[in-house]
Every structure is written in structure tokens, then in C-alpha cells.
């Protein structure tokens, strides 16, 4: 159980803590079959069960998510993740996680003030000509405070709040462990890999966790998109930031759900939303590396229908080969082609050997020929999306987390782009560049080019064949070599082996009788039976019954009856 797995007692109290919220929120019997029960009487912690009447009225979605929500910030953003993952949850866990927010109160100014001095190299009130200790924002790992440098550009500084590196690396820690044990205690579970999830879900909030690294992100995008000037990523201030602080240029903008307001000051609606989807498609279909988080709090609409995307902490990368089964899931959808659909889907899944491949590709194909004769200018791509990973659900296979980000990216890119724009459809912006990528693929020098690096992996594992060969042999000799064989059906196989057995030896028996017969017949004397010698005719009787027991079972074996599988 959980608590055996426990290194030491560095944990306990945070789980205690658990322990306590999940029973308040009406998990008791989860907290039980974790293994938790004892670990709480021996801290002797004290439950709330006043309160435990009171939410078990909720829904099981609410539950978690206030859960969650009390949990800290780890807990928040694993539930934030798994908002996105349709693959995973239903629609009514999707909807629930997405009230989640990691907004909690700010740290007061002077618990913070001595690690942005050791960061900074100084008093900040130096460090800037301005400096504002009321924050703009605080979330869970981070605030925002704004302040001005001494040539005048007023920025933002974000700053990690002190003490959640040790927070969030509990709960990691007990986060691994309750994925392993609730993969042993409830194998409806190992399909979803829970103790994979959580360990790619730990990268990724580690990643969030060093801000410089945001910062790297936001560049690197900046980069990738310069040649859409309507696009605004704010610039890094490297002198001033760290690990834990970074500072960047302060947007002042319309944010992404003030709709009101960008109506007030004149913006076109409609520019804008084809302008953030030609970004984030670009970004997905082109540069393989993008904003995983696009919602409106992650955009600023700006004067002159520009827009400005903020907060990179969370990422999605793609490789050059994702990009291609991308292409293929998109165009196959828009253009109604089900078999490209459903092969790219059946590749993503992987050797799942639960898996009943064939119906599953019948039910991908029986989707998309419902949207058959629907404008392309009136599919959802975002809802489209969703609704493949529903079918993936219900035949519980879960899609790796690059994935799950690129999916969660178009279905917020879809609902940001429908807000601002009723008319708003993903696939009149997608098709085309869909359509400039695949055309740009298939250019002589990227042919040139492609097929240059596929002749040089070539040559590269030809020039190591001897190398490779010589050591095998070397291994074979020292008796290092294995060779493992498995075949599948090994039953069925060996009966089919027997019945040929059978019936060669049968043939044999009759090829016998035959000859012999035949001799019998050219001998005079003997018994006669219808004016023929009895032994030689008992032979050919004998021979024809084993012909026909022959044929028989040759025709059986190439038409079985059902009941023969039994």
C-alpha cells in the first residue's frame, strides 16, 4: 500500500493533508483503498467531517475539482492538464476541470522581497526607476508585479512564489506513488498509464516551474513568427532575469474576454480571429513547437488589430513526423477522407493488443462520413477533434501528451475564435495552409533534401554493418546470443500439425493397401470372393473407404463449420 511505499517521513504530513480533503470532499472509501486510513490515525490528524455531509451533495466532477483545488497548485495544474485530455475524461469531467484557476492570495511584498533581492543583485527599488508591490496577478507557482527599467519601458516581473519548489516536489513524489498503487489495485486503470501520465505531467510542471525557461519559449516563438507582423510576443529583459524571476515588456492591451471593449474601441472582430488562428496554426503545422494554452487570458488585443500572446510557461512540441500524421488526421478530416482519419488514429494508438483494430477503424470511418455533404466552411474542426478522442475513450486508449496538448490547443483556438467572431470556422483558416505545407513538402529541393538525409541515415548504417556484425558474431561465440521466438495461436498451430500428420500416414496406409492389393490380384490360389482373390479385394475396399475418409478431411479443413472451433 501506499503508506509501505513511503521512503521516510518527509511526506507524511502532506499526506495527512490529502488524506483529510479527500475524505471532506466525500472520498473516504478512496482514502481507504489507498492505503491511507492508518497513516491518519497514527498522525492523528484531525478531519472535518462537519463539513463532509455538506459537499458529498455535489456531483463527483465538482467533488474533484474543489478537491483539487484545496490539493495546491501541483493539483490544480494536473487537473488544468487534464481539462484538455478528451481522451481520458467525459464531457462532464472536461467541463468541471475547466473551472479550474490557480488563482490564490498574493505573498505579502516582504516574504518576497528578500529572494528578489538575492535574484536581482539588489534592492529592486534600485534595480528600477519603478516598482509596484501591489501585484497585477498571483497564481500558484507565480505574481506579476509592473515596474518601469531606467530608460522608461515599463515591464512586468514575474517572480516564483518562495517555498513551491518543495511543495510541488511532494506532491510529485506522492503523486507517483498513488498512480502506481491505483495501477496495481485497479487494473480498469493500466490502460490509461496512469504512472506515465503522472511522470509526463511532472516534466512538464517542472518546465513551468524555471521562468527563464518561459522566456526561452516566448523567443524562440518570437523567432518563428516574425514574419507576421500583426503578432506581438513581448520582448525578454535578460539582464533581470533568473530561474525564479524573469522580466518582460508590459502588454497594454484589450484582454482576450473583454468583447465589450474591443467593440468600444473599434477593432475588427473578424480580423482578429483569423489572425490568432493563422498564428497558432502556423506555430502547430509549421513550426512543430506552440502555445499549448491559448485561451483569452493568454492574449491582449492591441490598436490596429494586432494581437499579443503572453505566458509560455506551458508548451507543446511536434515532431517532424508528427507534423506529417498531423497533416493527414487535419486534411483527411476537412476533405472527408475516413481511411486517412482513421490510419493516422490507429498509428497514434499504438500496439494496443486489447484493441479490436477493425472495429475500431469502422466506427472513425462511420464518423467522419457523417459530416459527408457538410460544407467545409461549416465544420468544427475543434468539435470534430474532440469527438475522435471520445471514440478513442470508449475503446480506452489514451493518446500520448504531445497529442493531448495539439488537441486541447485547437479546441481553445476554435472556442476563442467562435467568441470573437460568430462566423468563425477553424477549417476556412486551416485548409489552406494546410494545403501550402503538403504543396511545400513535395517541392523538388524538399524532395532533394529529404531524400538526402534518408541516403545519408543509409550510408551511415551501412558503414556500421561490419562493426555491428563483427560483434554479434563475437557474442554468438561466447555464447551471449538469444533467440527468442514467439508464436502466437501455438495450440492451434500444433493440431493443425497433427491432423497433416494424420492424414500423410493415412495416405501412406492407403498407397499400401494399393500396391499390395495389386499384388495380391497377379497371384493365383487363395480364397475367391466374386471371382477375384477375397485379400486383394478387401484391399481395394479398404483403400477407397480410406480415399473417401481422406477427401473428407481435406474438404472439412477448407470449409470449417463454426462448431469445429469450439
Known amino acids: 500500500m501506499l503508506i509501505g511505499a513511503l521512503d521516510g517521513a518527509r511526506d507524511l504530513g502532506r499526506l495527512n493533508e490529502i488524506a483529510g480533503v479527500l475524505i471532506r470532499h466525500g472520498f473516504g472509501d478512496v482514502v481507504r483503498r489507498l492505503g491511507m486510513g492508518d497513516a491518519l490515525a497514527r498522525a492523528g490528524h484531525v478531519l472535518h467531517w462537519d463539513k463532509a455531509g455538506a459537499l458529498a451533495q455535489l456531483d463527483p466532477p465538482a467533488q474533484v475539482r474543489r478537491a483539487l483545488e484545496e490539493l495546491g497548485p501541483a493539483f490544480v495544474k494536473m487537473g488544468q492538464i487534464l481539462a484538455g485530455r478528451a481522451d481520458l475524461l467525459g464531457t462532464e469531467w472536461i467541463a468541471e476541470f475547466a473551472k479550474l484557476h490557480s488563482r490564490v492570495p498574493a505573498v505579502p511584498w516582504e516574504s518576497l522581497r528578500p529572494q528578489l533581492r538575492e535574484d536581482l543583485g539588489g534592492e529592486p527599488e534600485a534595480v528600477f526607476a519603478r516598482f509596484d508591490v501591489e501585484p497585477l496577478a498571483a497564481a500558484s ?49 493500466k490502460p490509461y498509464r496512469p504512472r506515465l501520465l503522472v511522470r509526463e505531467f511532472a516534466r512538464s510542471l517542472r518546465r513551468e516551474l524555471d521562468l527563464a525557461a518561459e522566456c526561452r519559449h516566448a523567443e524562440r516563438i518570437a523567432a518563428n513568427l516574425a514574419s507576421l507582423p500583426d503578432v506581438v510576443i513581448p520582448r525578454v529583459h535578460w539582464a533581470h532575469t533568473r530561474e525564479r524571476v524573469n522580466v518582460q515588456d508590459y502588454v497594454d492591451g484589450i484582454p482576450g474576454e473583454d468583447l465589450a471593449r474591443i467593440d468600444r474601441e473599434g477593432l475588427d472582430r473578424k480580423l482578429l480571429a483569423q489572425r490568432g488562428a493563422r498564428a497558432v496554426l502556423k506555430m502547430i503545422v509549421e513550426d512543430g513547437f506552440f502555445h499549448a494554452d491559448p485561451h483569452p487570458g493568454n492574449v491582449f488585443y492591441l490598436p490596429g488589430n494586432r ?72 465544420l468544427h474542426l475543434g468539435q470534430m477533434l474532440a469527438e475522435v478522442t471520445t471514440v478513442l475513450r470508449e475503446h480506452r486508449l489514451a493518446l500520448p501528451a504531445d497529442l493531448a496538448l495539439l488537441i486541447k490547443a485547437f479546441i481553445s483556438l476554435e472556442g476563442m475564435g467562435s467568441a470573437l467572431d460568430p462566423g468563425f470556422h477553424m477549417t476556412t483558416e486551416a485548409l489552406p495552409l494546410l494545403r501550402q505545407v503538403v504543396r511545400a513538402r513535395y517541392r523538388p529541393s524538399a524532395l532533394a533534401k529529404r531524400t538526402g538525409q534518408a541516403l545519408s541515415r543509409a550510408l551511415a548504417v551501412a558503414g556500421e554493418l561490419p562493426h555491428d556484425l563483427s560483434r554479434l558474431l563475437r557474442r554468438a561465440r561466447q555464447g551471449h546470443v538469444q533467440v527468442a521466438i514467439e508464436v502466437a495461436h501455438l495450440r492451434r498451430v500444433s493440431d493443425q500439425l497433427n491432423r497433416a500428420a494424420d492424414r500423410v500416414a493415412l495416405a501412406l496406409v492407403i498407397a499400401a493397401l494399393i500396391v499390395g492389393s495389386s499384388i495380391v490380384m497377379t497371384v493365383g490360389g487363395g480364397p475367391t470372393l466374386l471371382g477375384l482373390p477375397a485379400f486383394g479385394l478387401i484391399g481395394y475396399v479398404g483403400a477407397g473407404l480410406g480415399g473417401v475418409a481422406l477427401l473428407r478431411s481435406m474438404w472439412r479443413s477448407r470449409h470449417p463449420r463454426d462448431d469445429d472451433d469450439d
Open 307 to 378: 494581437l499579443a500572446f503572453i505566458d509560455f510557461g506551458m508548451i507543446g512540441r511536434l515532431s517532424a513526423r508528427r507534423r506529417e500524421e498531423l497533416l493527414q488526421l487535419l486534411l483527411g478530416l476537412v476533405q472527408r477522407e475516413p481511411q486517412s482519419v482513421a490510419e493516422v488514429l490507429i498509428d497514434w494508438a499504438g500496439d494496443q493488443h486489447h484493441v479490436n483494430l477493425s472495429q475500431l477503424e469502422n466506427e472513425i470511418e462511420a464518423f467522419v462520413e457523417q459530416h459527408h455533404g457538410t460544407p467545409i466552411a461549416q
Open 141 to 189: 507557482i507565480a505574481q506579476v508585479h509592473r515596474a518601469q527599467l531606467k530608460d522608461g519601458t515599463e515591464v512586468v516581473v514575474k517572480i516564483r512564489r518562495p517555498g513551491i519548489v518543495e511543495v510541488i516536489e511532494a506532491d510529485l513524489r506522492l503523486l507517483e506513488r498513488l498512480a502506481g498503487v491505483a495501477e496495481q489495485d485497479w487494473p480498469m486503470l
